[in-house]
């Protein structure tokens, strides 16, 4: 069993659920945070091996966020999988330097696949 | 005598020392004249007529013994008081040449104007002695210069009357120009404006004197200096080429930033307002604001209503995944449909969206180069996976790659065949042809099912438009083929359908290979 970190950010409690059900079967250990402002210093903590990221939400939004990691020298190459309803989504996430993106809603495997790419 | 003189001075000579012969020759010669003359003794009271020839006497109706000694007043009768007459007078007691016209009456009392030459005799002694009358009669040309007159003032009157009517017309116009709510100019071929209407004032907050006369493009702060639109305008006198709604967004002064649609045409007339432009200018901007509201509005109630929708599709998918091993294939039944209708449900959000983009002309393309037939292949697979009943099958290939929206056209096709599939329950088979016709690529989807009547036909495109029997058999709410044919629109490529009652339908849509130079949004 790897010990590898998936935090996993969407203000969307329904959604945070899901998915930290949708990982137990999987050998990653899930952070669900809710709260956008909190990513940083959990990034900074946790050192999270992914990030599934969703861009609307309140106050700090996920391309915003996603920029700073960007900046941020110990975070640049960190992947960052973008999960989002908005229509717009594929293109902002990859202009704010997303590694993936999977529209909302979304097919489990689909998501496994991605997720299980990027953490081999 | 003085006649004998004149005589000696070699005027007359007709027969040599005959006066009485060459009296008598006179005589007659004054009596051919087809002028009336006479001749008055200024000597003797109230100077008489003392001769007239018969060219007068012919004239005035009078015989020559009812003429002499009568003074010359009696041909007008009771008809005193010309001007001629006050004129008359006067050259009388001066001894004056004078010509008038003047009205005269036949002994029958018939009128005829009479133009009248008075001429003096002076006698030696300076005093006027006779005056000689000439008369001719010019009823007729009188006449006609009355008939003349009179058409002319009845022509003058119908001049007014039409100058009337137009100026009405004018005015009446002018009230429309002065009243639509859309602001109106005309520049004439040197772009300077020559009119403006009230809306135009209004709207920029202008008035009339600074902008008639002024260069189009040195109105206001230069908000028309555009390059593009000096192109377009300039193009317009030789091509004719109108220019269509041309949007200008600039910090005007006095009234902001807004967004302005241009429409110009060449006024066709011929003669003075030849090769004219006319301008109309719309105030777009609250329109594209709330445009942008609503588009912004459904934007974000797609995206909620995903929200939700995306975590119940996580808890049916997971179900799928660990349903316990004694299901019955009733409660394995109930999940997949479970999560089709939840497919369905994902596809109307994302509809309403699209349809709300098309209409305001705000659907955003990413047109990228993909391999087409890949495309056709996934999509096909896709839906295969989800259909038990009917076989899909692939004929024919492109080959190429083409400058498109992926996703939009995968929509487009995933679209075609889930019609297909559902208005061809009974049938087997759906057939896919891709092709590459020319620089295009052509894809027909071909089912054997319901088909469609050639007046629905002609409707299937619309909005909300679901063809008349389909509505009970067959849910949904018909804006799938008008958001697949605006996609293709957008592209630059035609949709379109084949059909026959009973039979079967083809939809069939073609894509340009090369993109077009201008295409971006």
Not at chain 1, 48 to 75: A, C, E, F, H, Y
Not at chain 2, 182 to 207: C, G, Q, R
Not at chain 2, 228 to 248: A, C, G, S
Request: with cysteine.
């Amino acid at each position: 069993m790897s010990n590898k970190k998936i935090l996993i950010c969407d203000d969307d409690e329904g959604i945070l659920d899901m998915l930290e059900m949708v990982f137990e079967d999987s050998p990653y250990t899930v952070i669900p945070e809710k709260n956008s402002l909190n990513i940083k210093s959990i990034v900074e903590r946790e050192s999270p091996d992914l990030i599934l990221l969703d861009l609307w939400m309140p106050v700090l939004s996920g391309d915003q966020l996603l920029r700073t990691l960007r900046k941020n020298p110990s975070t640049i190459g960190l992947p960052v999988i973008v999960i989002s309803a908005s229509r717009e989504g594929r293109q902002i996430a990859y202009d704010a330097g997303a590694t993936g993106f999977i529209a909302k809603p979304f097919d489990f495997s689909e998501l496994m696949g991605m997720v299980d790419g990027l953490m081999a | 005598m003085d006649i004998l003189n004149k005589f000696d001075n070699g005027e007359f000579a007709f027969s040599k020392d005959d006066i009485k012969a060459d009296f008598k020759l006179l005589t007659r010669a004054l009596d051919a004249s087809y002028s009336g003359i006479i001749i008055t003794d200024n000597l003797l009271p109230d100077n008489p007529i003392i001769y007239c020839n018969e060219a007068f006497e012919k004239m005035s109706g009078y015989r020559r013994s009812e003429i002499i000694g009568h003074n010359c007043r009696f041909l007008q009768g009771a008809d005193r008081s010309q001007r001629a007459r006050a004129i008359i007078r006067e050259a009388v007691a001066n001894g004056e040449v004078c010509t008038v016209d003047i009205r005269n009456y036949r002994k029958n009392g018939d009128l005829f104007w009479n133009e009248l030459f008075i001429s003096p005799i002076v006698g030696d002694d300076g005093k006027v002695t006779n005056f000689i009358g000439v008369q001719n009669d010019i009823t007729r040309r009188k006449k006609s210069e009355q008939d003349l007159r009179a058409q002319k003032d009845l022509m003058e009157k119908q001049v007014l009357e039409r100058t009337k009517d137009l100026k009405e017309s004018q005015e009446f116009l002018y009230s429309i120009i002065q009243t639509v709510r859309e602001s109106l100019i005309v520049i004439d071929p040197d772009f300077k404006v020559v009119s403006a209407n009230d809306h135009f004032l209004k709207t920029f907050k202008v008035s009339l004197e600074e902008t008639v006369g002024t260069g189009l493009y040195e109105l206001g702060n230069h908000q028309w200096d555009i390059p593009q639109l000096r192109k377009l305008l300039t193009d317009i006198l030789p091509t004719n080429n109108p220019v269509e709604d041309f949007e200008v967004e600039h910090d005007f002064p006095h009234i902001g930033r807004k967004l302005m649609l241009l429409n110009a045409h060449r006024i066709e007339l011929e003669g003075q307002y030849k090769d004219q432009i006319l301008l109309a200018i719309e105030d777009i901007t609250e329109r594209r604001e709330i445009e942008r509201r609503k588009d912004d509005f459904l934007s974000i109630a797609s995206h909620e209503l995903k929200t939700p929708l995306t975590t119940i599709k996580g808890y049916v998918q997971a179900m799928e995944r660990m349903v316990p091993k004694d299901s019955g294939a009733r409660f394995l039944g109930f999940l997949s449909k479970t999560a089709k209708y939840l497919d369905r449900l994902n596809n109307l959000i994302a509809e309403l969206l699209d349809v709300s983009r098309i209409q305001t002309g705000n659907l955003k393309l990413h047109k990228v180069p993909f391999d087409f037939d890949k495309m056709v292949k996934e999509t096909v697979e896709a839906i295969q996976t989800a259909t038990q009943n009917h076989n899909i099958i692939i004929e024919g290939f492109s080959g190429v790659q083409v400058p498109a929206d992926e996703s939009h056209i995968a929509q487009v096709l995933t679209n075609l065949l889930s019609n297909a599939i559902k208005y061809a329950p009974e049938s087997g088979q759906v057939h896919v042809y891709i092709s590459k016709v020319s620089n295009y690529v052509k894809l027909s989807v071909t089912d054997s099912g319901i088909g469609i009547s050639p007046e629905d036909q002609k409707k299937i495109f619309e909005r909300f438009y679901r063809a008349g029997d389909i509505q009970q058999r067959f849910p949904g709410m018909g804006i799938g083929l008008y958001i697949c044919e605006q996609i293709i629109k957008n592209h630059d490529g035609t949709l379109w359908v084949e059909s026959e009652k009973e039979k079967g339908s083809t939809f069939s849509f073609t894509l340009p290979i090369q993109a077009k130079e201008d295409n971006e949004q």
